[in-house]
């Protein structure tokens, strides 16, 4: 009899599922060098996006095929820019509209799924996009389009913390991955185009309760937070009135839509601020920091200890939002590398900011006639800055051509970095606008812009996109993949020696990371705007994945482009292949 009991209590054990592990701070911090799970945006927090796996490479990538497609359902199918995350045999992927899942890694079987009740009066600048997620510990957690961080149970999907960052009716959204640098969890707000100030905050990821927050518009004060909740004054952002005249600081935007980077060599969180507000540049005179820079932050501090500004008093919408990627130099120091909106890469000292190389990107760079090496600042050309409206009727200033269009050399698609072969690998676009300043006034959760205008092709062009290996040390151009539509999806690059990014027309591509040569594609159905993955399970099965679903801003503010590519289709869905045996 007890040989019976003995049995049943261990066939009982037996059967209890075991716990999953939880992720840690230090899991976090080495998540670039593994490779049986993604924890991060852009597979480690320096953002660098190169897996070193080899299993799927040049020689054998044409057999990659399908192994599960999981579809979001509904009719919520606008703009999916989501990065997947992999843990303890399962996926979690966000959606638009403020969705997220967990699926079987294996299977594609959906677990759980969260859908954030949205207000009617919700106000995303450029669509209704979520870029992603964050785990930690057994959470993960991601911000939606009412400006709110949630944390999910990570097996049955319930709410662990619920808390506000913004009041989403003043035009505060939020649609970046969170970051979690050395424990702490670090978010932006979205927003610029509504005259909301832009910032960056750490809370406690265990309970969502604030530790600071750090402006990144000059003149507006940081704190920190005690035990108890109560804030305590941290210093302002720059010095009051310093390179902003008047008052247009208070609504000043500098939003921090794409999150940032973390790199645990110089304990700095790296992070992109946007466009100044309002658009007309001639309202507000001078530099107004701490717009279209890249802003570095001590994360235990929350103090900036260097910024660099890639476009001072912006009249085009150059939001410096995107990622800076950090890596090592040719002689060992830890430089960071950004292909800015502007359509100039920036190559910076990582520790102190200080500006290393400085080239064009993309083609047809017109607003300026280059970077001056000594000062780091562009030398504007006055002809394409958009006319002051007080010059001529008060109603309408001057219209420009101007190059590249305020949609970017690059956007939110974020670039890869191979240290295998020491080039970036950037999606570009070439594409100019029409644009105009003209008067405005803020009022809260209204749009304020004072500008107009029109998204062009450039002439004489037979293609917009371009996948660009970038070698930042010579400036150089290395293999160009042009493509007819706008890239808008992001890139990964791998230790087999290739690159994988989407298109707008559906297909996910690989290509040799060395020579550009296009080594296999697969049609999904609809337009990828997310970046792709990759991982190894535990069974040692590498998956490539990707999410997809035609969206974002082009066909919503993209003008005569937006009508070349209104034939795309919608959709929401998350493709994952391995190599045919």
Same mark, same amino acid.
Not at 121 to 142: E, Q, T
Not at 293 to 298: F, I, R
């Given at each position: 009899?007890?040989?019976?009991?003995?049995?049943?209590?261990?066939?009982?054990?037996?059967?209890?599922?075991?716990?999953?592990?939880?992720?840690?701070?230090?899991?976090?911090?080495?998540?670039?060098?593994?490779?049986?799970?993604?924890?991060?945006?852009?597979?480690?927090?320096?953002?660098?996006?190169?897996?070193?796996?080899?299993?799927?490479?040049?020689?054998?990538?044409?057999?990659?095929?399908?192994?599960?497609?999981?579809?979001?359902?509904?009719?919520?199918?606008?703009?999916?820019?989501?990065?997947?995350?992999?843990?303890?045999?399962?996926?979690?992927?966000?959606?638009?509209?403020?969705?997220?899942?967990?699926?079987?890694?294996?299977?594609?079987?959906?677990?759980?799924?969260?859908?954030?009740?949205?207000?009617?009066?919700?106000?995303?600048?450029?669509?209704?996009?979520?870029?992603?997620?964050?785990?930690?510990?057994?959470?993960?957690?991601?911000?939606?389009?009412?400006?709110?961080? =949630? #944390?999910? *149970?990570?097996? /049955? &999907? @319930?709410? %662990? $913390?619920?808390?506000?960052?913004?009041?989403?009716?003043?035009?505060?959204?939020?649609?970046?991955?969170?970051?979690?640098?050395?424990?702490?969890?670090?978010?932006?707000?979205?927003?610029?185009?509504?005259?909301?100030?832009?910032?960056?905050?750490?809370?406690?990821?265990?309970?969502?309760?604030?530790?600071?927050?750090?402006?990144?518009?000059?003149?507006?004060?940081?704190?920190?937070?005690?035990?108890?909740?109560?804030?305590?004054?941290?210093?302002?952002?720059?010095?009051?009135?310093?390179?902003?005249?008047?008052?247009?600081?208070?609504?000043?935007?500098?939003?921090?839509?794409?999150?940032?980077?973390?790199?645990?060599?110089?304990?700095?969180?790296?992070?992109?601020?946007?466009?100044?507000?309002?658009?007309?540049?001639?309202?507000?005179?001078?530099?107004?920091?701490?717009?279209?820079?890249? =802003? #570095?932050? *001590?994360?235990? /501090? &929350? @103090?900036? %200890? $260097?910024?660099?500004?890639?476009?001072?008093?912006?009249?085009?919408?150059?939001?410096?939002?995107?990622?800076?990627?950090?890596?090592?130099?040719?002689?060992?120091?830890?430089?960071?590398?950004?292909?800015?909106?502007?359509?100039?890469?920036?190559?910076?000292?990582?520790?102190?900011?200080?500006?290393?190389?400085?080239?064009?990107?993309?083609?047809?760079?017109?607003?300026?006639?280059?970077?001056?090496?000594?000062?780091?600042?562009?030398?504007?050309?006055?002809?394409?800055?958009?006319?002051?409206?007080?010059?001529?009727?008060?109603?309408?200033?001057?219209?420009?051509?101007?190059?590249?269009?305020?949609?970017?050399?690059?956007?939110?698609?974020?670039?890869?970095?191979?240290?295998?072969?020491?080039?970036?690998?950037?999606?570009?676009?070439?594409?100019?606008?029409?644009?105009?300043?003209?008067? =405005?006034?803020?009022?809260?959760?209204?749009?304020?812009?004072?500008?107009?205008?029109?998204?062009?092709?450039?002439?004489?062009?037979?293609?917009?996109?371009?996948?660009?290996?970038?070698?930042?040390?010579?400036?150089?151009?290395?293999?160009?993949?042009?493509?007819?539509?706008?890239?808008?999806?992001?890139?990964?690059?791998?230790?087999?020696?290739?690159?994988?990014?989407?298109?707008?027309?559906?297909?996910?591509?690989?290509?040799?990371?060395?020579?550009?040569?296009?080594?296999?594609?697969?049609?999904?159905?609809?337009?990828?705007?997310?970046?792709?993955?990759?991982?190894?399970?535990?069974?040692?099965?590498?998956?490539?994945?990707?999410?997809?679903?035609?969206?974002?801003?082009?066909?919503?503010?993209?003008?005569?482009?937006?009508?070349?590519?209104?034939?795309?289709?919608?959709?929401?869905?998350?493709?994952?292949?391995?190599?045919?045996?």
């Amino acid at each position: 009899m007890r040989k019976k009991l003995i049995g049943a209590m261990v066939a009982a054990a037996l059967a209890v599922p075991a716990f999953a592990a939880d992720i840690t701070a230090d899991m976090i911090k080495n998540d670039a060098q593994t490779t049986d799970n993604i924890l991060t945006a852009g597979l480690g927090t320096n953002g660098q996006r190169y897996s070193p796996l080899t299993d799927i490479n040049t020689k054998n990538v044409a057999r990659l095929v399908p192994a599960w497609s999981f579809s979001l359902g509904g009719e919520k199918q606008r703009g999916q820019e989501s990065q997947p995350l992999v843990a303890n045999g399962k996926i979690f992927v966000t959606g638009s509209y403020s969705r997220i899942y967990a699926l079987d890694e294996k299977t594609g079987q959906e677990l759980w799924k969260y859908e954030q009740r949205l207000p009617d009066g919700i106000m995303p600048c450029c669509d209704v996009v979520n870029r992603g997620a964050a785990l930690f510990k057994n959470m993960v957690i991601f911000a939606t389009l009412d400006a709110q961080l =949630v #944390a999910l *149970d990570q097996d /049955s &999907g @319930k709410v %662990v $913390w619920k808390e506000k960052i913004d009041d989403y009716s003043a035009g505060y959204s939020a649609t970046a991955a969170p970051l979690i640098a050395d424990g702490l969890l670090l978010t932006g707000v979205s927003g610029g185009e509504f005259g909301i100030v832009g910032r960056i905050e750490a809370r406690n990821p265990e309970t969502g309760e604030l530790v600071w927050t750090r402006p990144t518009v000059e003149g507006h004060m940081g704190y920190t937070y005690d035990k108890d909740g109560n804030k305590h004054e941290n210093g302002i952002s720059g010095t009051t009135n310093a390179t902003w005249k008047g008052d247009l600081w208070k609504t000043g935007g500098a939003s921090t839509w794409m999150g940032g980077t973390y790199d645990s060599k110089t304990g700095l969180a790296y992070f992109g601020t946007g466009n100044p507000a309002p658009w007309n540049s001639h309202l507000r005179p001078g530099d107004n920091l701490f717009s279209c820079s890249t =802003v #570095a932050v *001590d994360v235990h /501090s &929350g @103090k900036i %200890v $260097w910024h660099y500004q890639g476009t001072p008093n912006d009249g085009w919408d150059f939001d410096g939002a995107n990622e800076f990627v950090t890596f090592d130099g040719p002689k060992g120091e830890r430089l960071g590398g950004k292909a800015d909106r502007n359509g100039f890469f920036y190559v910076l000292d990582a520790k102190d900011g200080k500006l290393k190389n400085a080239f064009p990107f993309v083609r047809n760079v017109n607003w300026a006639k280059g970077i001056d090496m000594k000062t780091g600042r562009p030398i504007f050309d006055p002809e394409h800055r958009p006319g002051d409206p007080t010059a001529t009727d008060g109603k309408k200033g001057q219209s420009v051509f101007s190059t590249p269009s305020f949609l970017g050399g690059k956007n939110q698609q974020p670039m890869a970095y191979s240290p295998k072969t020491g080039m970036f690998y950037v999606p570009a676009n070439e594409w100019g606008m029409e644009i105009w300043n003209e008067p =405005v006034t803020y009022k809260k959760g209204a749009a304020y812009l004072g500008a107009g205008f029109t998204i062009k092709t450039i002439p004489g062009l037979d293609y917009i996109g371009a996948l660009r290996a970038v070698n930042p040390e010579t400036g150089k151009i290395v293999w160009e993949i042009k493509n007819q539509a706008p890239l808008w999806g992001g890139v990964l690059t791998t230790g087999g020696d290739l690159v994988f990014w989407g298109t707008p027309e559906g297909y996910l591509n690989a290509a040799d990371a060395k020579t550009g040569k296009v080594l296999w594609k697969f049609q999904v159905g609809t337009g990828v705007v997310a970046p792709p993955v990759t991982w190894k399970d535990k069974d040692g099965t590498q998956y490539v994945a990707v999410m997809a679903g035609w969206g974002g801003a082009v066909p919503l503010w993209g003008g005569e482009v937006a009508k070349k590519v209104r034939h795309l289709e919608q959709g929401g869905s998350l493709w994952v292949f391995k190599l045919m045996k």
